[in-house]
């Protein structure tokens, strides 16, 4: 197998013109280096080679940014602007977006590991549809007219009516496995679009996309002040935005610990609104009835898609007995079908995990499940001398109480377990703290629509995995989250409702 990509200039393909240029922040529509004049790496995970020097954000960096955005949204043209002028501006990004396919897609494989193909076919043009979407939303900012009683002032005759308005200067905090889908499509595309003003602090891991996202914003005609990026670390940047009493809300995709963090710095500052968008271990079922030509290849993607660095994985398959065997000896044989590899080689399925990091916290489940007594079907080994390659890893004989069960991953690790009716399988698929995604294979309409009733997550998907529109909700039950991104729940989650009474006699 090849993992032995060696980064030189040729390599950076269509990236490198935005890799020769010294990276900056964007604040108050200008492209700056960090008040401390310090950088940070950011590196190739197939390689471990630097890509960048990017600028430290930091807590004067983040209060810039925020006093920007509060001017821009206080005095600035964007939530003034008319709701056609804003539209035009979102729709004009989500064409640049797809004008600079090409170098995005490049920038996202070098930064984050992902296929260039993927990032080519799902991470950019699902970005630009959701600022396709997001920029029609921009001129349904509508109130209703309420029929009221004069219980209160007995005789008195109201015209009464609801106003909804922007929320005012969003602070967004965003994770690594789709950094440029989720900070600028999934976060920035609503709130821009509800007429809101922003500080986003990326991923410290991958950052490049969003800087380059930057770039072309400015060029969109985004006024100053209404998209401010700060990268920095969450201890620092991060804990500034979210402590910060300028800041009216906290849009955040990330992991449970931190999510439960922000609420608790929330909760002894200004009490900003928050939606939290966090982890899953979502369970894929396949019923006796199912098309396995369908569901084993589905079931494979459900998990190794993106390297099982998706926050809703089918990462937990439960499958009916009667073709347990079947289906195990079908994953196997998709598991052996997958190349691993540098994700700019176009014959790549799967490349590294995004870091150091994630590489320890992926083979520390795999010990561990080995360790429980979890039966390894196939991979469970790091691949290579260079980058941060796993093989697709696939668990039998797993019991319900083992950490690689109950746990998120966030790698490429599947744990299958036999069901035997559909009592059971709803009480195991439900067995988690987690509620974001699950998946159901079946032909038959009746079992689809029962387990997609009594399955409690916030996006099932029925004989298909891994599907995204933007005009879909996306988020979860329980611990995976509050509140739902995409979708007109997003728009509505980053506005405020106003209620006009005014007294006519
Ligand atoms: O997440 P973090 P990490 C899960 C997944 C993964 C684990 C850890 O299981 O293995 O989380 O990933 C910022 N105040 N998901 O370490 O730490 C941080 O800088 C404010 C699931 O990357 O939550 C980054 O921008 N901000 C997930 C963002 O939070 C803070 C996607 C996410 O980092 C902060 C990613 C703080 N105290 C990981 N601490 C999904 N739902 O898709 C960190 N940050």
Redesign the pocket.
Known sequence: METTLKLNKQDLGPAAHFLAKPQKLLINGEFVDAVSGKTFETTNPATGEKLADIPLGDEEDINKAVDAARKAFDEGPWPKMTPSERQRILYKIGDLIMENRDELAYLESLDNGKPYKIAKAADIPLTADLFHYMAGWSRTLEGSVVPVSDIAVPGAEFHAYTVREPVGVVGL?????YPLLIAAGWQMAGVLAAGNTIVL?????TLLTILRFAELAREAGVPEGVINIVPG???GA??TL?SHDQVDKIGF???V??GR??LHTVADGNLKKVTL???GKSPNIILADADLEQAIPGAAMGIFFNHGEC?CAGSRLLVHKSVYDKVLDGLQREAEKIKLGPGQDDGTDMGPVVNQK?ED?VMGYINSGQDEGASLVIGGHKVGDQGHFIQPTIFADVNHDMKIVQE?I?GPVLTVQPFDSMEEVVKVANDTVYGLGAGIWTTNLGNAHHLAKAVRAGTIFVNCYNVFDAAMPFGGYRMSGWGRNRGKEAFEAFTETKAVYAKLN
């Open positions: 905090i965003t994770p690594w496995n602090k990326p991923s410290e891991v670390f969450g201890a991060g804990t979210t995709t990330g992991s610990r931190t963090s922000i968008e966090l982890g926050c994630q916290v998120e966030f």
